[in-house]
């Protein structure tokens, strides 16, 4: 039977999409160790499903995409003993470390704070609402951030990152979109859905093996010498250019249809 999630974080699998939901809105959608297991899963059915081509991650309740770490529960470790240092959301850090290599949107609606955060910087879009709230209050809880810490200066300019980072404070949607965190931002979840699946569409309609083999060497290559990056992606083109797919996709151009992808 197909993972359809734990409770704590739900799979939907629809028209080649998985839909990754954070459960707990209750709690804003805290991550916890039932969502750290269940993304785990739930990205690791993502890479395995041949029929999934694009993920899409969102939080349940219409507050939060998520708040961060479960605090209540850190706590509890905290007390017993059982935690020194942080808790990576899929328990290694980086989603590209489970071999996950096709693009995820993340859809948020709310607050995306601390953890919750990282888990949206992990994803390869970022779509938001007007009400959203994005922020790493970390070091107001004498916490040192994670994938947020080590990735956000690489992805928007170091004054953003640290005022970021330095601060603890929330910026609005249309503050993460000047600065390069979202790449949208729409009136409510209604219209985030709605613009997430136009966008995952647009995404379907290109070769699938070229946007992993893309999302692979831009991941891999991002922080290299151009020279060095080029060099990564030489046996991933050298591969492409023997599929089927590489073939059909000018065909089809020249005889004026859709192509017809078959992964190989």
């Not at 039932?34 to 395995?48: H, P």
């Not at 922080?223 to 000018?250: F, H």
């Amino acid at each position: 039977m197909a993972f359809t999630g734990n409770g704590a974080v739900l799979y939907e699998k629809r028209d080649r999409k998985a839909y990754i939901t954070i459960n707990r809105p209750e709690a804003m959608n805290a991550l916890n160790t039932a969502v750290r297991e269940g993304m785990r899963d739930a990205l690791s059915e993502l890479r395995d499903d041949n029929d999934v081509l694009v993920g899409i991650v969102t939080g349940a309740g219409g507050r939060a995409f998520s708040a961060g770490m479960d605090l209540k529960e850190r706590t509890q470790l905290d007390q017993a003993g059982g935690l020194q240092g942080g808790q990576p959301v899929t328990g290694d850090g980086r989603w590209t470390e489970l071999g996950v290599f096709k693009p995820i949107i993340a859809a948020i609606d709310g607050y995306c704070l601390a953890g919750g955060f990282e888990v949206s910087l992990q994803c390869d879009i970022r779509i938001a609402t007007q009400q959203s709230r994005f922020g790493l209050p970390e070091p107001r809880r004498s916490l040192l951030a994670g994938y947020g810490l080590h990735n956000l200066s690489r992805m928007i300019p170091l004054g953003h990152a640290l005022y970021i980072q330095l601060t603890g404070n929330h910026i609005d949607a249309d503050t993460a979109a000047r600065w390069g965190i979202v790449q949208e931002v729409v009136p409510d979840r209604e219209a985030l859905m709605r613009r997430v699946d136009e966008i995952a569409d647009n995404v379907m309609e290109c070769a699938p093996l070229a946007v992993q083999f893309i999302k692979r060497i831009v991941m891999q290559g991002r922080n290299m010498p151009v020279e060095y990056s080029i060099k990564i992606a030489a046996p991933w083109n050298d591969i492409l250019n023997k599929t089927e797919d590489r073939m059909e996709g000018p065909k089809a151009f020249a005889e004026k249809r859709k192509p017809v992808w078959k992964m190989r």
